[in-house]
């Protein structure tokens, strides 16, 4: 089973796998906060009514009703930036938990449950910071370039 969490060299090979999927760009460089990332998550996925916490992105991800799209993509760039202003290694690593999580759970969502199916893919630009993150945390990811 491939992992939750993927990571790739270039938007390009990104394309080559999700062109027909919605994708939401979230740029390090404009996440360098908790507040910041929350600021671009809700502005990117449309999230009505966002609280700015991880519990309300953690809620809203597992919503995701008023996107049409059945598959939504993160892609995180610029990976040594993100959240890097954020001194307590902790927050980094529960947005990191709440994101794994969350890409599973949709995967058990069953048919007779009122939510219209979704599924969430994370996607990493490669970095240092980012693999020595996931590695961290004990998380498993992939390289997009290895997937069929």
Same mark, same amino acid.
């Given at each position: 089973?491939?992992?939750?969490?993927?990571?790739?060299? +270039? @938007?390009?090979? !990104?394309?080559?796998?999700? =062109?027909?999927?919605?994708?939401?760009?979230?740029?390090?460089?404009?996440?360098? +906060?908790?507040?910041?990332?929350?600021? $671009?998550?809700?502005?990117?996925?449309?999230?009505?009514?966002?609280?700015?916490? #991880?519990?309300?992105?953690? %809620?809203? #991800?597992?919503?995701?009703?008023? #996107? %049409?799209?059945?598959?939504?993509?993160?892609?995180?760039?610029? +990976?040594?930036?993100?959240?890097?202003?954020?001194?307590?290694? =902790?927050?980094? *690593?529960?947005?990191?938990?709440? !994101? @794994?999580? +969350?890409? $599973?759970?949709?995967?058990?969502? /069953?048919?007779?449950?009122? !939510? /219209?199916?979704? $599924?969430?893919?994370?996607?990493?630009?490669? *970095?240092?910071?980012?693999?020595?993150? !996931? /590695?961290?945390? *004990?998380?498993?990811?992939?390289?997009?370039?290895? #997937?069929?």
């Amino acid at each position: 089973m491939t992992p939750n969490i993927l990571i790739c060299q +270039t @938007e390009r090979e !990104l394309e080559a796998h999700f =062109a027909n999927d919605f994708i939401a760009n979230i740029d390090g460089k404009h996440a360098l +906060t908790l507040r910041q990332f929350y600021e $671009e998550m809700a502005d990117l996925l449309e999230i009505p009514n966002f609280g700015f916490t #991880l519990e309300a992105l953690n %809620e809203s #991800l597992n919503d995701l009703q008023w #996107l %049409e799209d059945e598959r939504v993509v993160l892609y995180f760039t610029n +990976t040594n930036e993100f959240i890097s202003k954020e001194r307590d290694p =902790a927050k980094i *690593s529960s947005v990191l938990s709440i !994101l @794994e999580a +969350t890409a $599973e759970d949709w995967k058990w969502v /069953d048919d007779d449950e009122p !939510l /219209d199916r979704k $599924e969430i893919i994370i996607v990493f630009e490669d *970095s240092p910071k980012i693999r020595q993150l !996931l /590695d961290g945390e *004990s998380m498993a990811y992939a390289h997009l370039a290895e #997937l069929k």
